[in-house]
């Protein structure tokens, strides 16, 4: 079993450009879901939404070719892959011919599906993988996540380790639906400390959640170590325990690092997965 030490995060690492599939560093997800009380059958839906912003491979000719990539991978896998090798798997592509923009498709979708699910018994699902040509460039919308801003409220903010006693709900009234957004959530790399800078739009139906204590609960991330997926299952796991919702989703996008951005959607209702739009800091 891999564990976050073992990889090349906070290592120097020689650049390779020449394609190798086993730069890929797969790391189970058990054990951070260990400690939010994920033992057997998952307790949500969802995907993490990635991005590369940085893929070239040479065509038959020796021409470079440039191209963005977008990454749909189902929370239900196994293991997720440490940003860092991903970087430098996709860099092993520089030097490389490929046939087409289809062939470098279809190898992405082999070799990351393979360290996903690697070391389980059989694939439940499927990463998908999409590569845009730059003629379709402009299509690429941004777009803020709707909701209410709970940066609004004006919170005296003293912690920034997580805080989960700051979540309360109302139960003594009719339950409500709605959304609610922050732009405040950050957190750090689980190894190397590196800041991570997000935002977070929550949705749920059920007793109105104390916005405030939402907030504030949001903000004491921030000097917590852990990955972008394992921050999100935390936040769902809290809110569904302490503020008990009816329906509850925890969508977070981060800002890129090395040319990737990570964006994890946990759902307690299965529901389409939204269109991976970047948002203006992304």
């Known amino acids: 079993m891999h ?8 290592k120097t690492s020689a650049y390779a450009d020449q394609y190798d599939p086993s730069l890929l560093f797969p790391l189970p997800r058990q054990p951070k879901r260990d400690e939010i009380g994920i033992q057997d059958k998952l307790p949500f839906f969802g995907a993490d939404l990635w991005t590369a912003f940085e ?24 293991n997720i892959i440490e940003s860092k090798s991903f970087k430098l798997y996709l860099n092993s592509f ?39 040509a730059p003629e379709h460039f402009e299509t690429q919308r941004v777009q803020e996540l709707e909701g209410l801003s709970l ?16 979540l309360k709900a109302d139960h003594d009234n009719p339950p409500v639906t709605e959304t609610l957004v922050s732009h405040l959530l950050k957190s750090n790399c ?74 994890p959607l946990r759902t307690s209702a299965p529901m389409a997965i939204p269109q991976n739009v970047r948002t203006a800091r992304q």
């Open 3 to 10: 564990t976050p030490e073992q990889s090349q995060l906070g």
């Open 55 to 78: 893929l070239s491979w040479l065509n038959q000719r020796g021409k470079p070719q440039v191209a963005l990539a977008h990454f749909t991978i189902p929370c239900e896998t196994p």
């Open 94 to 132: 520089n030097n490389t011919r490929f046939d087409s923009l289809e062939a470098v498709q279809e190898r992405l979708r082999e070799d990351i599906n393979e360290a996903l699910w690697r070391g389980a018994p059989a694939r439940l699902s499927s990463a998908s993988v999409r590569v845009m």
């Open 151 to 166: 940066d609004r409220l004006d919170v005296e903010c003293t912690d920034y380790s997580p805080r989960p006693d700051l």
């Open 190 to 263: 689980l190894v190397t400390g590196q800041p991570d800078w997000g935002s977070v739009q929550i949705s749920y139906t059920g007793a109105a959640i104390d916005q405030e204590g939402l907030l504030r609960y949001i903000v004491s991330f921030r000097n917590h170590n852990e990955f972008h997926e394992q921050c999100v299952e935390r936040i769902f796991m809290d809110i569904m325990r302490l503020c008990r919702p009816l329906k509850l989703s925890v969508y977070a996008r981060y800002t890129r690092r090395g040319g990737l951005d990570i964006n």
